[in-house]
């Protein structure tokens, strides 16, 4: 089984955890640039943090046979703080590299206008670079928030193949699929949506524009939740083409919407300045 | 001593290389448009620099050069700026980098008309780093020929912990002396001791110096250890030596 986590923060996860992904069949990962539970109270930790997304956590990544891309973006939480607002004037250059294949997180947290702002500003840049967008749902008042949300979408005029709203549920999974956006979901170990909830989603909904993510961090989360997904799925019923589907084919066709997943590349440790093999020790 | 290093003669100018081996006519067309954009407004080349790879792929063409990072050094050779303004945006580029960015930088040193503070220092932010890719293009030919004496043996020992073998690095011809010898020496009885192998690339280098000698006996007294590792190790590592 082949399986694209397309929302994970595997700078706060271990190297076992890479290990067991691998074992799990997880083989690409896409993560996107949030808040890191500690506030950051100025821009150039943002930049040592999104240098890491490009640099050091696609090379560990890749010593453990996982392709791994990332998302740019001021995230919601921290668009509240004056003292984080000029990222949004370096977010160009960062929006240009090339395993950056979207805009994101971006959406509401707590519905605040300055969030709303950075969510109009941040989906304009997504346009100006061709990328699609990845959005983030408030986890209070989830459906007025989606509902909000999607509102800001329309008027930014992006096409709504190019977004996708994550964290939904079964409040607000049918308004997302409607208006043309993909539909994304977390499954947590206690909170939030679980494997089983999940495979009844996908039993009323269907498995188009769907994505099933850990969005495993620094909180109590599993990154293999990707993979107890698809058994679940699997024990339901659906088959190996539905769950390839869902855990393989839709995240490569939403993140190639940007041109730049490329899942041939080479792995950052095979790069250097000769041919030949060379094993790496990393960190020595 | 023999030649143990990449060799020391300059690299190529990326202009040449890209001459003798020739993007395809889109990549072409898009380096020669984003050079001309450079040339024109120096901070066109912000957006432009981390979107080459995308045109111009990334295939090695010589030695020192791979398509991106040759086609990126052209559009630093573009910028109409030289001295503190031309360090300046450099800063900026190796600062919000991605690693094959901070690569193309630190390769196209050799070319560019920056004060020397400003370009070692990039050199010395990729010493510092843990990515082996960038560790062995900061040891290339500018680096290696600049950095004082005790910062450039630090970094060829580093070299050998990160599995980078010696002979992707520059300078070593020149620049090995007998502290580096002693270095490597006093590494590979630590190896030794361990029951461990030693990398074979670090050999000529204290072959060539006076602690061949010291070594020779450390190891000759290994033999006599309790362990059988580390006896076996050690007729190993002598073995090698001679
Ligand atoms: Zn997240």
Not at chain 1, 46 to 72: K, M, N, S, V
Not at chain 1, 83 to 94: G, K, Q
Not at chain 2, 5 to 22: N, V, Y
């Amino acid at each position: 089984m082949r399986i694209f986590d397309p929302h994970i923060h595997m700078n706060s996860r271990t190297t076992d955890d890479y290990e067991a992904m691998h074992a799990a069949g997880v083989r690409a990962v896409v993560e996107p640039a949030f808040w890191m539970g500690q506030p950051r109270t100025s821009p150039e930790s943002f930049y040592d943090y999104f240098d890491a997304l490009l640099g050091w956590e696609p090379y560990r990544a890749a010593q453990f046979g996982i392709q791994h891309f990332c998302t740019i973006a001021l995230n919601p939480k921290e668009a509240n703080d004056p003292r984080c607002r000029p990222v949004l004037d370096e977010l160009p250059r960062y929006l240009a590299k090339d395993r950056v294949v979207a805009v994101g997180e971006i959406g509401y947290d707590s519905m605040t206008p300055e969030e709303g702002e950075a969510l109009a500003l941040q989906l304009q840049l997504a346009m100006e670079q061709g990328l699609p967008a990845l959005v983030h749902t408030p986890h209070r008042d989830k459906a007025t928030g989606t509902r909000r949300t999607l509102d800001v979408v329309r008027e930014s005029g992006i096409a709504p193949e190019l977004v996708v709203l994550d964290h939904l549920n079964e409040l607000t999974v049918g308004m997302v699929l409607d208006s043309g956006c993909w539909a994304g979901f977390s499954i947590y170990p206690k909170t939030k949506m679980s494997e089983d909830r999940m495979v009844t989603i996908l039993q009323e909904h269907g498995t188009e524009r769907m994505l099933v993510n850990s969005a495993a961090d620094w909180g109590r989360s599993d990154p293999l939740k990707t993979r107890r997904t698809a058994d679940a799925m699997l024990a339901a019923g659906f088959d190996d083409d539905a769950v390839d589907g869902v855990m393989w084919r839709n995240p490569v066709d939403f993140y190639g919407q940007s041109g730049r997943l490329d899942l041939d590349e080479p792995k950052p440790d095979e790069e250097s300045s000769f041919e030949g093999n060379s094993i790496r020790r990393g960190g020595a | 001593m023999a030649s143990t290093g990449m060799s020391d003669s300059a690299p190529p100018d990326p202009r040449t290389a890209l001459a003798l081996h020739p993007l395809d006519p889109a990549g072409r067309a898009w380096v020669d448009e984003a050079e001309a954009r450079v040339a024109a407004r120096s901070t066109a080349v912000r957006a432009l620099f981390p979107a080459v790879r995308r045109h111009c792929g990334r295939d090695r063409l010589v030695e020192h050069w791979t398509a991106d990072e040759a086609a990126r050094a052209v559009l630093l050779l573009a910028l109409p700026l030289d001295g503190t303004p031309l360090a300046s945006e450099l800063a900026g580029l190796f600062r919000h980098g991605d690693p094959a960015e901070q690569r193309a930088v630190l390769r196209a040193l050799p070319f560019l008309d920056v004060p020397e503070e400003a370009a070692l220092g990039f050199v010395r932010e990729a010493l510092r780093g843990n990515d082996s890719t960038l560790i062995e293009a900061a040891l290339g030919p500018y680096g290696a020929a600049r950095l004082p004496d005790a910062e450039y043996r630090q970094a060829v020992l580093k070299c050998v912990f990160y599995e980078i073998t010696l002979d992707r690095i520059a300078g070593l011809d020149t620049r090995a002396d007998d502290e580096l010898a002693r270095m490597l020496a006093d590494f590979a009885h630590e190896r030794v001791a361990a029951g461990r192998d030693v990398p074979q690339d670090i050999w000529p280098v204290v072959r060539a110096f006076p602690a061949l000698a010291t070594l020779t006996e450390k190891l000759a007294a290994e033999t006599w250890a309790a362990t059988p590792e580390r006896r076996e190790a050690a007729v190993r590592a002598l073995k090698a030596l001679q």
